[in-house]
Structure formats: C-alpha cells, structure tokens
C-alpha cells in the first residue's frame, strides 16, 4: 500500500504494520442472554467505592410488597442498646410469669405478682363439698363451703358474691388478691380462726352475713355470683332428710364424689356423699383438698 507524505514524497506501507490481535481463548460456552433489553434510564449516581459485600446470598423470597413511598428517616441514628424486652402493657395484659407463652396473659386475664389471673366466670369454679352441721364447734364458728377451679389459671375471688338461702348475700372483698390455684380448692366459711373453727384454713371468712341451713323442714341453697350479680358461677341446692338423698350426718360434711368436678353434674343429690377422713377437731372432711367419700 503507497501513499504521498506531507512533502509530496511517495509513502511505502503495508498492512503488516499494523499490529494483529488473535483471540485465541475458548469459545463462550455460556446460555444466550435472551431477556429484554434494558430501556430505563442511566445509572449517572457517585459510583459506589464502598467495601464489597462478601456476604452469604441472600436465598430467601422475593419482596413483593408494594414499594414504600412515605417520607425518608431523616432523623438520627438510634446507638443506644438493643430493646430485647416485651413491648408495653395494653389493658388486661402485662408482662408476667415465664412460665407464660412469651411472657404474656391471655386476654381478660391479669398479672398479680407474677402469675396470671382471672376472675370466675360461669362454671369455672364447683362447689364441692358443704359442711352445714358441724359437731367438733358450733355452728356459728365451724360452717364452711368448698370450691374447686376447674382451670390450669387461678382464680381471684374479690368481687365473687355468694348468695344462701335465696336471700342471705356477701361479697367477697380484701385488700389483696384471694386465689383459688389452677386445679385447686379453696374454703370460704364463717370463721377463719383455725383453733376455733374446728381446725380449717379457709380463704375467706364471712362472719354471721350468710348461714348454712341444716333444717329439715326445708332445703337450702348456696350460690356463686360473679362480680356482676347476676352471672351464676355454680348453684347448689341441697336438703336435710334422708328421703332427699342427700348425705345427712352431724359433724360429716356433704362431698361432692371425686369424680364429678362438675358445675352441672353437683345439682342431683346421687352426686354427694358423706365426707371424711377426720379432721382437725374431730369432723369428718377434706376442707382444702380433694374428697373422699366415706
């Protein structure tokens, strides 16, 4: 190939005067890029010189929610420690025992030093066994009732009302919580002087506002009210004479049988029995603890 330099002279060159490259690598064995083109605008941002992301990939599923178009945080960093603890206390519920799921009451229920509590709704809580005639002390000292929690959560009884007779009511009342434990028993009677009572621990005593009729001329009745007056927790009515079938013995109280813990099934007198062994003064019952009938 000849050419004509700047001075008129002719210019001999060849193509062997410009460098050859071969690609000599193996051929891209690779699948075709079949995808759609690109059409969005230019990236033209400050070109990213951080640290490489050398992280494992990230193989979980796609996002796809709707993009997040409120507001940027333009607010500073938060450096303080982690906040690892529950979140707040909305109404009923509270940070409780651990035993709990995550720490937490169910609804309707309430943390009392640690434990979750609720108050007795309808038959959640059984009356178990009556001692209406006790022989070891009088009458006004040595009347008692039992209850039985059906559930595994305890129960306070503040508020609970108890009606006798149709007509006698309380309501029970302390400063501080009164539990029935989760499967447990609790006595509610008219004295809670144990050396004086015939030798009962009871939960609650409610003096002369009720009494436990032992007549034979007439059936009594004991009643649980919820806070509200009119709901029935449970509902007994029992009688005095043989013919009732109901267990009529001095100094023995009435037993509901250990096999039925049930707000329905107490109603009919073939579901008690005499109560024992002895006990504290010399009557037969179990106040506190499971029946045993006898």
Not at 138 to 151: A, I, K
Request: include cysteine; charged fraction near 15%.
């Amino acid at each position: 190939m000849t050419g004509t330099g700047a001075d008129g002279r002719a210019d001999a060159r060849t193509s062997s005067d410009v460098p050859v490259v071969i690609d000599t690598g193996p051929p891209d064995a690779g699948p075709l890029d079949t995808g759609p083109l690109d059409t969005g605008p230019r990236d033209t941002g400050p070109l990213d010189t951080g640290p490489r992301d050398t992280g494992p990939l990230d193989t979980g599923p796609r996002d796809t929610g709707p993009v997040d178009t409120g507001p940027r945080d333009t607010g500073p960093v938060d450096t303080g420690p982690r906040d690892t603890g529950p979140p707040p206390c909305v109404g009923p519920q509270c940070p409780c025992a651990p035993t709990t799921p995550a720490g937490w009451c169910a609804i309707g229920a309430a943390c009392m030093g640690g434990t979750c509590v609720v108050g007795p709704t309808a038959g959640s809580l059984v009356i178990t066994e009556i001692m209406n005639d006790p022989d070891a002390v009088t009458d006004t000292l040595g009347e008692w009732f039992e209850v039985y929690n059906r559930s595994a959560t305890p129960v306070d009884l503040r508020g609970m009302r108890v009606r006798g007779n149709g007509t006698e009511t309380f309501e029970v009342t302390a400063s501080g919580p009164l539990l029935v434990p989760g499967r447990g028993y609790a006595v509610l009677g008219k004295n809670g002087d144990m050396v004086i009572n015939g030798g009962v621990t009871m939960l609650f005593a409610y003096g002369s506002a009720m009494d436990l009729s032992n007549s034979t001329s007439s059936p009594d009745s004991l009643t649980l009210l919820a806070s509200d007056g009119s709901t029935v927790i449970d509902s007994v009515s029992y009688a005095n004479t043989v013919a009732s079938g109901w267990p009529v013995i001095s100094g023995r109280s009435k037993s509901l049988r250990p096999a039925i813990l049930d707000a329905l099934m107490n109603d009919t007198s073939s579901a008690w029995c005499p109560g024992g062994p002895a006990f504290g003064r010399g009557d037969f019952g179990t106040p506190g603890a499971a029946n045993v009938c006898q």
